[in-house]
């Protein structure tokens, strides 16, 4: 490998010794990195102090689990040979559950390589990890490593079971209220059924919460769920779907205008539909009209006049 260039193929030179190779990699050894020996000349294994590393013919560059794998890769090299990162993304295929890209970004302008990486991992569905140094990248697979077998709970929030502590776990949520803003609130309303129903003035009368901490509380107190929002919305949309504009006819059962003309129209009077400005003429004249005592110029439907 080539230091000078970050290279992770090529003829494997000596380093430092990590751990003993081994012949196979049949059985992942459980306390220990798998490193596959085309990294045998990889600057970043003389940093992994932590954890173990053994070598082994793997396809991934670092097994770090039964189930999870990592890939190495130079932002250097990889703007020298554009296809080599596709070949090795493609090369695990689905074969492992978690997989991981693993970029040492070691160019002065990464924008556009980062970009590249960025979008064949999202196709390809690997994880992106960036390093800007070899001894973090180190730190990142030692990491991968002592986790390997924990829960999410350990690097998850931990809300304490008091109302103090989930009041703070609710409310600080909201751009820019901080936990002495919740302790104030807390303080002055009693409890938060009653910070939601305080109004602007009682609320700005806790210290440390000014107009634009008001607005956001009352904000967020009073905005509906999104999930009725995302309801209405979809109702109305259905809506908008089955819905078919009735034929509009006029007063007159000889009217002949299409629906399609309505320039110039008047709306009824009963459902707001429009009538032909020409039949709206008509009313008035004959005996239908007279005897409804409808004035003159005024629209009515058909439909309403039965």
Request: charged letters at 20%.
């Amino acid at each position: 490998m080539d230091n000078s260039q970050g290279r992770i193929r090529g003829p494997a030179r000596s380093g430092p010794s990590i751990g003993e190779p081994s012949s196979t990699a049949v059985s992942h050894p459980g306390n220990a990195i798998v490193a596959s020996r085309r990294q045998q000349g990889n600057p970043l294994l003389q940093y992994i102090k932590n954890v173990r590393v053994v070598y082994g013919d793997i396809v991934a560059d670092y097994q770090i689990g039964e189930e999870n794998v990592a890939l190495f890769l130079s932002l250097k090299y990889h703007l020298l040979h554009r296809n080599y990162l596709i070949f090795r993304l493609r090369e695990l295929q689905r074969s492992f559950r978690v997989r991981i890209l693993l970029c040492y970004v070691d160019t002065p302008d990464p924008v556009n390589p980062l970009g590249e990486v960025i979008k064949a991992c999202i196709f390809q569905g690997f994880t992106l990890v960036c390093a800007w140094s070899y001894q973090e990248c180190a730190r990142y697979l030692e990491t991968f490593k002592s986790y390997e077998s924990k829960p999410a709970d350990n690097i998850q929030e931990r809300i304490g079971h008091d109302y103090l502590s989930r009041l703070n776990a609710v409310l600080t949520s909201i751009r820019g209220i901080n936990k002495t803003d919740v302790l104030s609130l807390g303080t002055q309303t009693g409890s938060l059924a009653n910070a939601m129903k305080a109004t602007s003035e009682e609320l700005a009368s806790c210290p440390g919460i000014g107009p634009t901490k008001v607005k956001r509380l009352r904000e967020v107190f009073h905005m509906p769920f999104r999930r009725e929002q995302d309801g209405a919305r979809a109702s109305n949309t259905q809506n908008q779907l089955n819905f078919r504009p009735k034929r509009l006819f006029c007063v007159f059962h000889d009217c002949q205008h299409p629906n399609n003309e309505l320039d110039g129209s008047s709306p009824c009077i009963h459902c707001k539909r429009p009538v032909h400005k020409q039949c709206v003429a008509r009313l008035g004249m004959g005996n239908w009209s007279q005897k409804n005592k409808i004035p003159q110029g005024i629209a009515i439907c058909h439909e309403c006049c039965q």
